[in-house]
Every structure is written in C-alpha cells, then in structure tokens.
C-alpha cells in the first residue's frame, strides 16, 4: 500500500503549494523511492478546459487528453511522472459524479449527504490504487475557504481509514515580513495551523514561505503554538528558480522528518540532478535569443511549459536562453535581427496569423533556425505553399473559408471530449527516415501530445516535396502529417504537436535540444 502526503495550504493563496509539493516528491525520489501525484481542486468547474487561459494560464495537456491547469505541469517536469484525468479533480468533478449517481438510483434512496456521499467520493479518487511507494496529494485554495471544507474532512477520514502513521500532512504558511518594526510575524501561521486543527487535521509539517531564513527562536515559536517540534518548521525561501526549492528543503533535513514519520531510515539522497541546474543558473554561459513570435504575451504564464522546454534545452546545451517576445499583430522583420532562432508556439483565431506567416518565411529565407509547433506548423507550411509553391491563396480554413485548404480539418479527430472536435492528448507518430526528426529523435516512432482542430492536408504533400519542405513526420495511417521540415536549410523542423509538454529540466527534450544547439550555434 501507498503512503500519503497531503500538502494544504494556508494564509493566502499561490504560495507554491505546487511547486513544494513537487519537491517533496523529489527528495523521496532522491532516496530511491516512487511517487504519484493527485491534486483536488474545491472549485465547482467539472473539468479545468473550460477555464479562460486568461485567468488560468496555459492549459497543460495528459497523455489521456486531459486538458488540467498548469500546475500538472510542474509534477510531469519534476519528477517525471505520468498523470491522467484522474490525477487532476475538481469539486465540480466530484458532485457531478455524486449527483449522477443518485439519479441513476444507485444509493437506493438513501439521504445523499455531504459526509458519506461526497467524503466517500473524494476518499475514492484519492485511494485509487497505484504502484508507488508514495501518493502526494495537493489540495488546492486555501483553508478556510467554504468550499475547501468536504475535502479536508475527506482527508481528515482518509488518514483515520489508513492509520495516522501512513499518512502525513504538510501545510504551507506564510510569514509576513514587516520592513518598519523588522520582524517576520508568526501570527498568520498559528492561526491557519489552528483553522486546521478546527477540521481534525494536526499538520505534521509546517512550510513557511518567508523572504528571509527563519530563526530558531521563530521556529520555536511556530512549533510552541502548532503542537510541532522547531525542527518540523521548515522555511520556504523566496528563490529566484523553482528548481532550489528542493534543495533549500533537503538542507532543512525534511527528507529525515517525512522518514522519521513513516518509520523509514534517514539515508542520504543523491541530489546531484538538481544541483546540476542550481550551477547552470550561476554559471556565466553565453546567451542565445529566441525570438517567440505570440500574441499571449500579456497573460501570465500563457507559454509556461514552453518557456521551460527552453530553458531545459538552455541546460542541456550550456547556454542561456533569452525569449525575446515578438506581438504577432505587429510583427515587422526588424523584430528578428537580433534573434539566433524563431519560434512560433501555438495559437487559435486569426488575430496574429498574418504576422506568424511572415516570420515563418523570414525564418527561411534568411536562414534562421526555426521551431514551429501546432499553429507554427500550419503557418509554415502556409508560408511554404504560398511562397514557394506558388498557391496565393494558401491557408487554413481556420482563417478562411474562400482558400485553397492546405490545412483544414479533416475527418475523425473528434475525441467526444468538452473541447470538441479537439485532437487532443497523446498519439503516435512515424519518422521518415534519414531526416533531422529522426537525428533528433533517434527513434522510429514517438509519442507526442496534440492539442488542436486543424491539421495538414496530406493531399499537399507532393507538391511541397518536390519543392523542398517534407513530411518527416507521419500518423500511423499515413493521413496527418505530424512534422515537417526543409532538409536544405540550416535547420528548420516544426511539429503539429506539443513536445514542451513532455520536456522536463534534467534531460531536456530531444527537439528543443536539437533547437538549442542549432540557436547556439549560428
Ligand atoms: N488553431 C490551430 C488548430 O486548432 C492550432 C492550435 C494550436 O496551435 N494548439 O489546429
């Protein structure tokens, strides 16, 4: 059987709960044992698709095609765990469930409550049996929050069904530092412990996000009034990367507190992966600049995994990489002087598309390296058709109904799922030999994530051979062209998927890598 970690937190909100969680999980890592990860969001949406990116931020897909916020990201990246639908549920999730269920008859007419009915549900997702040594699970808000509560008192039963020792409850806090007396005040923290308490949970640990070490006289404190040892009082530093945090976590011995709990031994962990990246981030490496040619770039966090798959591939490649943002509506050649690659990441609607059309074609003429993905794919193959094939009128439907339909949508993409007639999660894709999708992958077939409604039409394949761009990437059943590229220039590849969702820090992914280095290069 898994043991637990619940990690709440409390005080404000967007205190890295994830992020935390995450490091927990990588210094049981460390130390040799397998971790799984959950997070329960209280909110009332059903699933996170239908959430405006423009409050959420990127929407992160699973390999099942799940479409989650990006905080399953940050789980995939750090400790390289596979998560499906049923590693990301809401509130909204665990009603619609409870309320089917009781209009199909199946509680037999009983009272449908809070406590079993929706405790029982919550215990289930959170119970689902896996493989590993350790099941984290996030619980999402912030205590106190009215929603919040079924799920802590699920946690709370969940803990007594398992036994108290197979389970540990990790709470993040925050002390707020006050400039004009000098002191980081405790209270915030006694009283989100206490509010705890009020739902039968004692926490275990204490995560206390703090702009400054905390001392042991604070810590002291903290524990005095939190039913903890000073040394279950862990400081959660501001760090300039998220990569650090585990780090600043096993200084503050954590690792020997969760061991301690479960009765484990305290061994050493072998940290050298992540302080690997904790010295590219001092090092003083040369520089390259991708220009990022979007139109998201005034919503936070809209290109999240992207910009970490570059910054992976930064790692890989000892060098760091600079995103230079580029406004698609706006975009003029002069944005690209400067710029060692293009790139240009996915996007929906017209707005824009003439812009990422042209930078496509600067990228080629001039020789640029270039990097397209999903709508970067598309407008590549636009620009290539209309450009050197010599079709004018080359386009997507998705932006015209009067063109000649190089990229439209074809038959059976529907997955049945909210977003539609999405393609969406994992699929298979053949390489072509002797092409850089195979240098690069090094593989015959790969797997890699869709989010999208339009594709190639293959029907265009000839003529865009015959005149330099191939199709080195193919569906099985050799209708949707997945990549493209120009074997004659320096090094131009896109793919009409997402392979920034399956990068993580310590290897990179092998086409940012291959982007990288070509970058670095010229
Ligand atoms: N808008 C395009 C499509 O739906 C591209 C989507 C994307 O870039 N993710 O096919």
Redesign the pocket.
């Given at each position: 059987m898994s043991r637990y970690i619940f990690v709440t937190g409390g005080v404000v909100s967007s205190l890295g709960k994830g992020v935390s969680a995450a490091s927990l999980g990588a210094l049981l890592q460390s130390r040799g044992y397998t971790v799984h990860v959950r997070k329960f969001d209280p909110y009332l949406n059903v699933d996170p698709g239908t959430m405006s990116p423009l409050q959420h931020g990127e929407v992160y897909v699973t390999n099942d095609g799940f479409e989650t916020d990006l905080d399953l990201g940050y789980y995939e990246r750090f400790l390289g765990v596979k998560l499906s639908r049923n590693d990301s549920v809401s509130g909204g999730r665990i009603y619609w469930d409870v309320l089917n269920a009781e209009r199909r008859g199946d509680y037999l007419g009983a009272t449908v409550q809070m406590i079993p009915h929706v405790t029982n549900k919550i215990k289930e997702y959170i119970g689902r049996p896996t493989d590993t040594d350790f099941v984290i699970c996030e619980i999402g808000g912030t205590v106190g929050d009215i929603e919040g509560t079924v799920f802590l008192e699920s946690i709370r039963q969940f803990a007594n069904d398992i036994g108290r020792r197979n389970v540990m409850f990790a709470h993040l806090t925050l002390a707020p530092f006050l400039a004009q007396s000098g002191e980081l005040k405790t209270k915030p923290t006694q009283m989100s412990v206490r509010r705890l308490l009020e739902s039968g949970i004692q926490a275990d640990m204490l995560f206390v996000r703090s702009p400054r070490m905390l001392t042991d006289d604070e810590r002291a404190k903290i524990g005095m009034f939190c039913n903890l040892p000073a040394n279950n009082i862990i400081t959660s530093m501001d760090v300039d990367n998220i990569y650090k945090i585990p780090l600043v976590y096993e200084s503050q011995k954590v690792f020997d507190i969760m061991a301690a709990h479960f009765g484990l031994p305290a061994i050493a962990g072998d940290m050298t992966k992540l302080q690997r990246i904790e010295k590219y981030l001092s090092d003083d490496l040369p520089t390259c600049t991708i220009g990022m040619v979007g139109k998201y770039f005034d919503v936070p966090d809209a290109y999240k995994s992207l910009n970490e798959a570059l910054f992976h591939a930064g790692i890989q490649n000892n060098v760091h990489v600079k995103i230079k943002k580029i406004n698609a509506e706006h975009f003029s050649p002069d944005d690209c002087k400067d710029v060692d690659g293009i790139l240009i990441p996915?996007?929906?609607?017209t707005r824009g598309v003439d812009g990422k059309i042209a930078a496509a074609g600067y990228a080629r003429e001039h020789n640029i390296p270039f990097m397209g993905?999903?709508?970067?794919m598309?407008v590549a193959v636009i620009d290539f058709m209309r450009n050197v094939v010599g079709v004018a009128d080359a386009d997507s439907t998705?932006f015209s109904k009067t063109c000649t339909p190089v990229v439209g949508i074809m038959s059976d993409c529907d997955t049945g799922e909210m977003g539609g007639t999405?393609r969406l999660g994992a699929y298979p894709c053949n390489i072509v030999p002797n092409t850089l999708a195979e240098k690069i992958y090094g593989a015959g077939q790969i797997s890699e994530r869709h989010?999208?409604?339009?594709?190639v039409d293959i029907k265009y394949k000839d003529a865009l051979e015959k005149n330099g761009m191939i199709i080195s990437g193919i569906s099985p059943d050799g209708k949707l062209p997945e990549m493209v590229e120009i074997p004659s220039h320096k090094f131009f590849i896109a793919g009409q998927f997402?392979p920034e969702f399956q990068s993580n820090p310590f290897t990179g992914h092998p086409m940012f890598n291959a982007f990288i280095a070509a970058a670095k290069d010229k």
């Open positions: 996915s996007g929906f609607g993905i999903c709508l970067g598309q998705e999405l989010r999208h409604r339009y594709e997402h």
